[in-house]
Each structure stands twice: as C-alpha cells, then as structure tokens.
C-alpha cells in the first residue's frame, strides 16, 4: 500500500482547515465574560494544573447556576500549557485571537507565565497567575499580571525568620533546578545570615533522576539544623522517600503545596513527622476557602489545596470584576475593578452568593479568599500572611502565624 | 482571526527552517540528526545574550549561525565516522546535553529562569503592526533559505552528497573525501536551523531550556517525512500540514467534550507517534536509497 | 556560581572515604537498575541491528503494569509485581514484533524512527490512562540496614539480588544453551546463520521475550526503589545506551559491566561536578567509548 503523496498532503491540509474552520464558527456566540484557562495539564505541572482546571470549571458552573454575571454565562476556554513556554505561548495566542479571552488564568510554571504574560499585555487583558519567581513582581506588565501566590522573595524572608524563632543557627538547602527553586536558593542565604544563621550548603537537584542519594547526603553533610527544601509534591515523595530510607536523621522545613495531603500519604506519617511547613494564611479558616473546599471535594472527593483555592480567587475575583464593571467584560474594564472587589477596605465576602448582591448595587466589598486576603499591592503580588506548621501523626498542627507586615521582602 | 492566523503562520515558517536544515541533513546527505534542536538552541541563546548585550539583531543572529555551525563541525568530526544508529543515538545525546549545560551553566543562560524581554529587531516598523512585520521578516528568511538550499541540492555538491547519501563506498571509491561534505551539509543544516532559533527568540521574547527538547527534533522529522525526505518543496509543505493539523486537533477538543484536555494531549502525540510509523514505511521509501544497507557485523571506523 | 562542587567543609579523609563508600553504594544500585535495561538492549542492538530507543520504555511498562495490579486492584505487591511483568511481556513483545520484525523496511534508519514512533505511543499511552502524577507501589517504607558507612534497606539489597540473577541467567542461557549459541551467531552474523538452517524467526521471538523481561523487572524495580512516572524509560534513553555501548554492543555480561562503569562513574562524578550533571557523564562515557573503542570494554566477536 503506498499513499500518493500529494494526495495525502491534500487531505491533511483540507482536514486541518476544517478543523480550524469549524472550531471558529462554533463560538460565534452571545457575548459573556470569557476566560482563558491557561494550566499544564501535561508535564511536570500537570498534576496542580489538572486540579486548577477543575476548580476553574466548578466555580464558572456554580456562578452561571446562580444565573452568571448580570445574566451572562462565564465561558472558560482551557489550553494546555504542559508546562512548556512553547506551548504556552501558542495556547495563549489561540485563546487570545480565537476565543477572544477577555482574561487569562493558570499559568503555574514560572516559565509559562513569564512567556505568556507579554502576549497579555499586548492584548490588554488581566493575567492571573500562581507562580513564584521573584521577576514576575517586577515584569513590565501595566498592571495586567496579578499572582496569587507569594514571591520566593518573600517567602524567604518567612523561612529565615521561622528559623531563627525556633534556634536553628545553621541551614542547608536542598532546592529544584526551576525558576521558583533557585529564586529560593537566591533569596533565602542573604536574609537568614542577616538573621545571624548560617548556610552550610546549597544542594540544586534535577528533576526526574533515578536517585537523589549523593544530593540528599550532600545536604545534610554539613549537619544543618535545619535543611530548607525547595521543590514539590511529586519530587518531594521521592526525595523524602530516599532520604528516610537512607536513615540520616534531620529536620526540614518547606512550602505547604510541597508537603500537603498527597505527600504525607504518599511517605507516610512516620516519615513526615516534624517536618516545619510555611504555608499562606488565611486560609483554612475563611469562608472562601471553606466554600471552595466544600464545592471542590463534593466533586473530586478531595481536598481543595492551595492551588485549587488560587483557582477559584482568580475566577471569583474575575467574576465580580465583571459585575463590578456592570457587565463590561473588556481587558481595561476588568484591570479596573479588579482591586476595587478584591482590596479593602470593602464588605468583607466571601463567595459569590455573599458579593453578587453588594457588588450589583454598586457596594464596595472586599473579597478575602480562599488562598489568601487577595490584597494586591502595586506589582499586582497579593500579600500573604504565613501559617507555619509542623506535621504531627500525619497532620499540619499549626505552630504560629507570621503576618505579612512581620516579612519584610527586602 | 487574523491575528492569530499571522501567528500560526510565523511559527509554521520558523519551523520550516528547521526542516529545511534538516532535510539537507537526511534527505540530501543520509546524515540521521536526532539532535537537530541543539542548532536551534544555540541560534536562540547566542541572539538573545548578544541583543541583550547591545549587539545589532543581525550581527547576533549572525554570531548564533556561527555558534551552531562550529557545534555541528565539533559533533560531526567525532562521529560521523560512525553507523548511522550511534550518530543518531550521539546527537541525540548531544542535544541533551546542551540543554543540560544551558540548565546549568546560570550564571551565563540564567539556567531555569530563562532570558526574559528579548528586544524585536526594530524600534518600530511605520504603518505596520509589529506582529505582522515580524511575519514579513520570517517568510522573507524562508524564501531566501528555500532559495539557496535548492541551490545548494542541484548543485554538484548537492549531487555528491546525494551519491554519499545512497553509497558512501562507492562515493569514497571514487576519491572523495566524504568526511569533508558529510561535515559541510551539516554546517548548511545547523546553520538554517540557528536562524530559526534566533527568529524563534525573538519572536516569543523569551527562551528557556525547556523550549529545546528532542520533542522538537522529532516533530521536525514528521513534517519532513511529511512532505518527502529529499525535497525543498516537500519540506515547505510537510511542515505546514503537520501543523495545520497539529493546530486544527486543538479546536477538536472544543467540540469534542468527551475527552478531557491532558487525554486529548496524550491522544494528539500518540497519532503523532503512529504517524511517524506509517509515514516512515508506507509513504515513499525513507531517503530514496537505491539499496539497503547492509548492517556490518562489527562497527566501522 | 553558589555551588561549586562541595558546598561544605570536609571533615577531612575518613569523611571522604566515608562519602566514596555512599556514593559507591548508590552507584552499585543504580548500576544494577542499569543494567536490567541494558542487557536486553545489547542483546537486541546486537541480534536485531538497530538501536530500539524504545527499549528503556519496556522498562516502564513494566512498572505500570504492576502498579495497575498493585494499587489500583489491590493485589500484594509481589503478585501483581509477577502479573505485571506478565502483562509487560503480553503488550511488550508483540508491540516489537509488529513494528521491528514485521513492516516492510528497507533500511535500520525507518527502525530507528520507528522505535521514535513506538516510544512516543507507549509513553502516551501510559499517559492517556494513568496521567501524569508520579505514582508509588502500596508498599511500606522501610528502614536501612547499617554497617559503617554502608546503608541498604531490605528492597535495595533484594533489587541488586534480582539484578544479579537475572543476569547470571541470561548469561548462563547465552553460554550453555542452543538458543544461546544461535543468538550469539545471529549477531555475529545473520546471512550465515540462516544459511546453516538455524530457526531464526524464533530466536528472534526469543530476543524479544528475553529483552522485554529484563526490562519490564527492572521497571517494577525502579518504581519500587524510586518513582513511577511516563517518562521513567525516556529519561534512561542515554544511560542504558551508554551502558550497553560502553559493555559492547552484543555481549550482555558486557553491558553489565558497562552499567556498573556508568553507575558508579555518574555517582563519583558529584565530587567533583555538581550533581545535575549526572546525565552529562553517561553521554561523555557513551562520545568517548564511540570515538576511542567502539566496541565497547567488552565487546567484539
């Protein structure tokens, strides 16, 4: 059987056209707040940006359920990023140019987001992300790039004065070769020797290598009293997984997306216990996150975690914006409002049942959510307080609260 | 709709430099490059530093082609002696470690975080956006890289290394020195695909590591498969079909709710996968070799 | 650059010898993972003549099939680590049949291409019905064993005594057996061994069995020690070819030895490099065995 050549060079490009011809049409639609779901969904995010999806997509269900915004649906249109800037950029481009987004969410590699975000601000539209490294803060982006989660820049600032609270003089650091590992690696050394610690070494390890052994002996060779790991769930199974079975002993501090529900199943509370978690706060105790819980485990029999609550601040923050806006849902309209429903002062809510009513009145409210207050200072970073937390028999058992005005991200 | 069309079309003629430089690799000379997206790398990394370090556009893309032509020459003195499944395999490995050096090496490439704000290479073009003119500057790359590598093929040296391609014995029986044009086409492809790197970054603003994987290479390979090992021509439309195609599958998902989007993803590679089988056998025969080689016993030197 | 080799200070020689122990502890383990993959490797590159970058893959499936037993039906782990490697074997050799033994090719390149087309397929595949989380066997986690400086839990010490016996057999069925000898004349030379009337088409089938066993317990091995994920096979792609091509191509015990030379070369090198280099050392083991000694430490009729 040989195919002719310019017979099967025909029907590719005709069927390929079709394709892009028919997906065009099919959303020549009544005009409706339409938000572009950007989160990995393969490679090495996806696991984050497989819950992001479906907190996106509950949340936009739950809100046209209560007849939408000023009673136009929300439309999400979703890309996979698969953790690749690639194709990031060419998802975005299609969101933007085909579907028309009028708002971009998800990217959670800093990499994705760092090449996603100019093709954002060249269509004018808010872009709202999870991601950590510090040059998002200062990314030229007109205001249009907002991230929910803190910088590696502050969150270092967390850890040095977590530590130093608790008496370590000497810390190690076992960090991911990515943006948001080495911006820890870069921003953690100089604020704990300015809290009189000392660094006694900085291991970086790749992902996907068949043994972490000679990284984790060589972090603890210096005998840290504490060592600070940089990576995430994933990784940290596996890394965790060596570093118990080799028998060495230490104590670890780390961020909460790295060491929550998944991976204490997946090491097991023996393993986990005493490890120190810095996690943002509020957060289990506010109503957003309370809702968002409710509405993510009915669905997914799972707990929300900290980046299904970033989900659905981004979408509820987007939403009220719109309402906010009365119904304008153009890129500069949004950029407006978006402080206005989400910073102080304001009522205080907490879920779109709370605020759609204040908001159509025209009420100034303050939407205090589920990851964070999701107060936005000028760089677009919402400001977080801390939680930290060691694991006890499986389990965050809060140690103390360090509020953002203690952290300073100098 | 344009929009985004001009922006599937910059891509699809960035991507045919690439299968152009490596149809002059397989197609013309029979060289199996597994780690064509090394070339790539380089051209990007080297324009994007030298821009940012105040160097004109062409200069630095200049300085990325002659990055990636000194890699090629580097790699191809090594191992092109050697059968064609342990060059393939090398240059794979060699693909690899470049992007591991370009992970590591921070203090130069700036490692995971990658190199952000890539200047265009113009201030502004008056009276035209600045997307469309970047699309101007692509196909205007293609049409002269078309140009020469059809030169390049009708010339005699195209004809040598077509004659090195399908009996190197023959070829060396004959007095030439096959080290010598295995090493010049694969300059010429580097080079093509160095310019693609440099457009490529560029045009995104932005280049990491992770943008450099074998992924790219082999998606390279299917549009040349595509559109005919041995054809300028053929290596124009094979990628445009790929990825038409390729682009088309992302709008299925939209009407086809089904399937959730990261099954869609894994759906898309393995077609991609069975493709590369399908093509490879059935569409004609693989490089026009006039024979089989015959694998030796023990490895040639 | 922050991390020049050592970060820390030495505690002076016995630290020293105390490290070289550890890293010779992990090198032996990860030699042992190695070269469950790159015996059946050598034994196909050398047999069947083509580098099948699939191989590593087999090792995955191995994996997931256990873990589909394992995890997700509830089997004990050394039950649904047999009905794994079973099934492995059951997708596994067929799968080879089909795209290595059975397409009309004219030439080892579309076998190379095609063994592109074949990773992509599986790996995807994996994708499509596991995702793409990383997944762990229900099994506990265990506490080592220590003498000295020597620290090994009950599942590593049995991965190295499975590793070692099943390359003894291996070994033993090459050397002491019929099947063995026509294996071995097959990569000496194949046109002859037909022309002595040797069954080759089922010494072939035999290959693929032996190839896809030793890399699907090596996979169920692997995730037991470390992680299981799609591109767990992909990301040895390097490693086990070096293995295989620094042992020599075509002698087993050979690749074991060159899984040895890669492993304890890649744990000795964080002395002096940093850590995520590691790959690199596979590649340049693998660049300089190809350029100095093809054939391998081992290899050769």
């Known amino acids: 059987m040989t195919l002719n050549r310019r017979q099967f060079l025909a029907t590719g490009l005709a069927g390929g056209t079709a394709a892009l011809v028919g997906g065009r049409l099919a959303h020549a639609q009544s005009e409706a707040l339409r938000i572009g779901v950007l989160t990995p969904l393969t490679g090495g995010g996806a696991v984050y940006g497989t819950t992001m999806s479906r907190m996106y997509t509950l949340l936009a269900d739950e809100i046209n359920k209560a007849g939408g915004i000023a009673g136009k649906p929300i439309q999400l249109f979703t890309e996979d990023a698969q953790t690749n800037p690639d194709a990031g950029v060419r998802g975005a481009r299609k969101l933007v140019d085909v579907n028309k987004v009028h ?7 800093s990499a994705v987001t760092l090449a996603v975000a100019p093709v954002a601000v060249q269509a004018r539209i808010p872009h709202f992300c999870v991601s950590s490294s510090p040059a998002i803060s200062t990314f030229k982006d007109d205001d249009f790039l907002y991230r929910t989660a803190y910088s590696q820049a502050v969150i270092s600032s967390v850890y040095a004065t977590t530590a130093q609270k608790l008496g370590y003089k000497t810390a190690a650091l076992l960090i991911l070769n990515n943006p948001y590992g080495i911006g820890l690696g870069d921003s953690f050394p100089a604020r704990f020797e300015k809290a009189g610690g000392k660094v006694t070494g900085k291991v970086i390890y790749n992902p996907n290598q068949s043994s972490y052994r000679s990284e984790i002996q060589q972090a603890l060779a210096g005998k840290p009293d504490v060592i600070l790991f940089g990576g995430y769930t994933p990784d940290g199974i596996q890394v965790f997984k060596e570093w118990f079975q080799l028998g060495l002993g230490g104590t670890w501090m780390g961020p909460g997306f790295a060491f929550d529900q998944k991976f204490v199943q997946g090491i097991g509370a023996q393993a986990a216990e005493g ?7 509020p957060n289990l105790t506010s109503s957003a996150y309370k809702n968002a819980n409710k509405l993510f485990s009915a669905a997914h029999k799972d707990e929300a975690d900290f980046f299904a609550a970033m989900a659905y601040d981004h979408l509820m923050i987007l939403a009220l914006a719109a309402l906010a806006a009365k119904g304008d849902t153009a890129g500069d309209a949004l950029k407006a409002n978006i402080r206005k429903v989400s910073n102080p002062p304001g009522k205080v ?4 049942a709370d605020a759609a009513g204040p908001v159509n009145a025209g009420e100034k409210v303050n939407y205090e959510g589920a990851s964070s207050a999701v107060d936005f200072d000028e760089n677009g970073d919402a400001k977080t307080d801390f939680g930290v937390y060691r694991i006890k028999s499986g389990k965050w058992a809060l140690d103390r609260v360090i509020k953002y005005t203690e952290v300073s991200a100098s | 709709m344009t929009d985004y069309l001009i922006a599937l079309a910059t891509i699809i003629g960035i991507q045919v430099l690439l299968t152009l430089g490596l149809t002059l690799h397989y197609g013309i000379t029979g060289l199996v490059n597994f780690g064509h997206v090394a070339f790539y790398a380089l051209g990007a990394y080297a324009s994007a530093l030298l821009t940012l370090a105040g ?16 890699a090629s020459l580097l790699v191809g003195t090594a191992t092109l002696r050697l059968r064609e499944d342990y060059f393939a395999i090398l240059t794979l490995g060699f693909s690899e470690l470049l992007r591991l050096l370009l992970l590591n090496v921070r203090d130069l490439t700036r490692g995971a975080l990658g190199i952000p704000g890539i200047p265009r290479p113009w201030r502004a073009v008056s009276g035209v956006p600045d997307h469309v003119a970047y699309l101007g500057l692509v196909l205007a790359a293609v049409a002269i890289a078309f140009v020469l590598s059809e030169i390049l093929a009708r010339s005699p040296l195209g004809r040598t290394l077509r004659a090195i391609r399908d009996d190197d014995q023959a070829a060396m029986a004959l007095g030439k020195d096959v080290l010598r044009f295995r090493l010049t086409a694969l300059g010429w492809g580097a080079a093509l695909a160095a310019v693609a790197g440099s457009l490529w970054a560029h045009y995104v603003t932005y280049v990491v590591p992770d943008q450099f994987t074998p992924e790219i290479t082999f998606y390279t390979w299917m549009a040349m498969i595509i559109g005919g090992p041995g054809s300028m021509r053929g290596a124009v439309w094979g990628t445009a079909v790929l990825f038409v195609v390729l682009e088309g599958t992302r709008f299925a998902k939209d ?3 089904g399937l959730d989007a990261p099954r869609l993803a894994a759906l ?7 493709g590369l089988i399908v093509l490879t056998v059935y569409l004609r025969k693989l490089g026009g070799r006039t024979r089989p080689r015959v694998a030796p016993a023990h490895v040639r030197t | 650059m922050g991390t020049g080799p050592r970060d820390q200070v030495h505690g002076g020689v016995g630290q020293l010898i105390g490290e070289l122990v550890h890293l010779t502890v992990t090198g032996i383990l990860v030699a042992s993972l190695l070269a469950l993959g790159a015996v059946g490797l050598s034994l196909t590159f050398g047999v069947a003549r083509f580098a099948n970058v699939a191989h590593p893959d087999f090792m995955m499936l191995g994996a997931y099939a256990t873990f589909a037993f394992n995890a997700l039906v509830g089997v004990p782990f050394w039950w649904a680590a047999l009905l794994g490697i079973g099934a492995a074997l059951l997708v596994g050799v067929p799968v080879a049949r089909l795209a290595y033994d059975k397409l ?7 076998l190379l291409v095609i063994s592109i087309g074949v990773s992509f397929i599986l790996r995807h595949a994996v994708l499509f019905a596991f995702g793409s989380s990383l997944l762990q066997f229900s099994v506990p986690l265990q506490r080592p064993y220590v003498w000295g400086p020597v620290r090994l839990t009950p599942y590593q010490l049995l991965t190295l005594a499975v590793a070692a016996v099943l390359v003894l057999a291996v070994h033993l069925l090459l050397s002491r057996t019929k099947l063995g000898r026509v294996l071995r004349a097959i990569a000496d030379n194949a046109v002859l061994t037909e022309i002595a009337g040797a069954d080759v088409g089922r010494a072939r089938l035999a290959m693929w069995f032996i190839a896809v066993l030793l890399a699907a317990t090596g996979g169920v091995l692997f995730g037991l020690n470390l992680v299981i994920q799609p591109n767990m096979g992909w990301d040895l792609v390097i490693p086990i070819f070096s293995a295989a091509i620094v042992g020599g191509i075509g002698n087993p ?4 030895g060159g899984a040895l030379v890669i492993g304890l070369a890649q744990e000795w090198s964080t002395l002096l490099i940093p850590a995520s280099y590691k790959e690199a050392i596979a590649f340049g083991a693998m660049a300089l065995c190809l350029m100095f000694r093809p054939r391998g430490l081992w290899g050769g009729a």
């Open chain 2, 55 to 70: 160097v004109p556009f062409m200069v630095a893309m200049g300085a990325g082609v002659v990055l990636a032509v000194a």
């Open chain 1, 275 to 281: 490890i120190i978690v810095v996690e943002g706060a």
């Open chain 2, 268 to 274: 898309r590679q393995i077609v991609i996968g069975l």
């Open chain 3, 104 to 110: 009309p090719v004219t030439g080892t390149v579309q």
């Open chain 3, 253 to 256: 015990y050979g690749a074991m």
């Open chain 1, 103 to 109: 708002a971009i969410v998800g990217t959670w590699s």
């Open chain 1, 349 to 352: 809510v907490g879920s779109w």
């Open chain 2, 255 to 257: 009407v086809m709710p």
